[in-house]
């Protein structure tokens, strides 16, 4: 089963856990509507409501920026560590 | 009598709060620190209770959202799924929420919203859950909207007090509409307001409306601040004819209209689009009392040093005392305040980040 890593400004989004558990592999967007379902909040913070990978949000599985892999087409095995973070962005 | 004034920064939402008839004032600390906040609202309109604050918050890496208080800021609360959200497949998201407006009497849990890209979406629980006003999504216009400097967005919406079914509101680019269809249909309202940036200056469409305010007490008369040139209308939107000709500039962002008195209004002229500072690097405002025929400048108490900082487009308000106390706050963190209509200006707060947004009422 995925773990994903929530930065800590997006916590409380996730009801405080800086580790989720998600059920669901194969690509990073599977991963990514699973926790539309389980944890909503988050998962707009994440991506917009057509799905797109906001542009200040990062995400990495196994340390590779999906960015230079295949987006949300990523896969992801069940093992994977999913990584979001927020970019260097900002004034 | 307290009166709550918002301020919407670039860095967050202050709540100033002043329990002496607006002669002091209590600053709070920033509300969702580090997000903008370009659009503030008060809805008085549920008895028993004190306003709900509904504040459009845009986090720069995590997308924008509303969010609302109904115990003055005490706790906030916005739904698990995205309070406003374009449909699948309307090939757009929600970039930045520019405005929210409480509608009239009549409709007491409708709200409006306006956003980044252009488009307007409506509630009816209270302003929590938003859905897209398709109508004006699909007008044949659309694609002609063009973005200025600060986006492409609904930044303005007017709901007539007494009509329901009548809403005006504008965007930047692309000017003034109009339903008088409970938003079945929308027409573009534009008559007499110049387009000097477009071959054709006298457009149907695409004029760059910086803002547009109703008079309080005679809700068919409006007044338009547009990107160069301030108008007034007569037939609530429909026809539109200069004020600007005892200005010192017909340049600026924002324009509001008094409380309660027929033809009171105020603005912030700026020097012109490529010099966008005071004009004369004077920090003053202006007021008209005869509906925009002539104007006076206010600036006891103001700033005297030369002044840069603009005043953004809803960045000025009314509240609704007797008399009426008039705010504005400006990009360098300014705000400053009237209990006297104008005559006299003092300091609200100082060194906040870029104001935004204000809006002020007494409860």
Redo the contacts between chains.
């Keep these: 089963m995925p773990v994903v890593l929530v930065p800590g400004v997006l916590r409380a989004e996730a009801g405080g856990e800086s580790r989720l558990r998600v059920d669901a592999d194969g690509s990073l967007a599977a991963v990514l509507d699973e926790i539309g379902r389980r944890w909503p909040r988050l998962e707009r913070r994440i991506r917009d409501e057509q799905g797109v990978l906001r542009r200040y949000v990062n995400v990495y599985v196994d340390g590779e920026d999906c960015r230079r892999s295949a987006g949300l087409d990523t896969p992801v095995p069940p093992t994977a560590e999913i990584q979001v973070l927020p970019s260097v962005a900002g004034g | 009598m307290t009166t709550l004034l918002a301020i919407g920064t670039q860095k967050g939402l202050f709540l100033a709060t002043s329990d002496d008839d607006r002669r002091t004032w209590q600053v709070s600390s920033a509300h969702f620190a580090g997000t903008s906040v370009y659009a503030v609202a008060f809805d008085t309109r549920r008895p028993g209770g004190p306003p709900r604050i509904l504040a459009g918050v845009d ?5 924008p959202s509303v969010a609302i208080s109904d115990d003055l800021g005490g706790s906030w609360q ?1 739904p ?3 309070p406003l ?2 449909p ?1 497949g ?5 970039e930045r929420v520019w405005q929210i407006a409480p509608a009239g009497p009549a409709e007491p849990d409708v709200v409006y919203a306006g956003t980044q890209p252009s488009a307007l979406f409506r509630s009816t629980d209270g302003g929590r859950t938003y859905a897209l006003v398709q109508s004006l999504w699909d007008h044949p216009h659309r694609p002609q909207w063009e973005g200025g400097y600060g986006g492409q967005a609904i930044h303005t919406i007017l709901p007539h007090p007494d009509d329901p079914q009548r809403v005006l509101v504008a965007m930047s680019t692309g000017g003034v509409y109009r339903t008088s269809d409970g938003g079945a249909s929308w027409s573009p309202s534009n008559t007499g307001v110049k387009a000097y940036f477009l071959p054709d200056p006298w457009p149907e469409f695409g004029q760059c409306v910086h803002k547009v305010a109703r008079d309080q007490a005679d809700p068919e008369r409006c007044y338009l601040q547009n990107h160069h040139g301030v108008y007034r209308s007569g037939d609530g939107g429909g026809t539109w004819e200069s004020i600007a000709a005892t200005l010192p500039s017909d340049f600026g962002f924002a324009i509001v209209s008094h409380p309660r008195r027929p033809g009171v209004l105020w603005s912030f002229p700026l020097t012109a689009d490529s010099e966008r500072h005071p004009v004369d690097l004077r920090c003053r405002v202006f007021r008209s009392t005869d509906a925009g025929e002539t104007w006076q400048p206010q600036e006891k108490g103001l700033p005297t040093d030369p002044y840069y900082p603009v005043v953004l487009r809803d960045a000025m308000t009314t509240d609704d005392g007797e008399p009426a106390g008039v705010y504005f706050g400006t990009r360098s963190g300014d705000v400053f305040a009237t209990r006297d209509e104008g005559e006299t200006w003092s300091a609200v707060a100082a060194h906040l980040p870029d104001v935004l947004c204000v809006r002020a009422v007494q409860s």
């Design positions: 986090n720069s890496h995590f997308g916005e698990d799924t995205a959200a374009f699948a309307a090939g757009a998201a929600v």
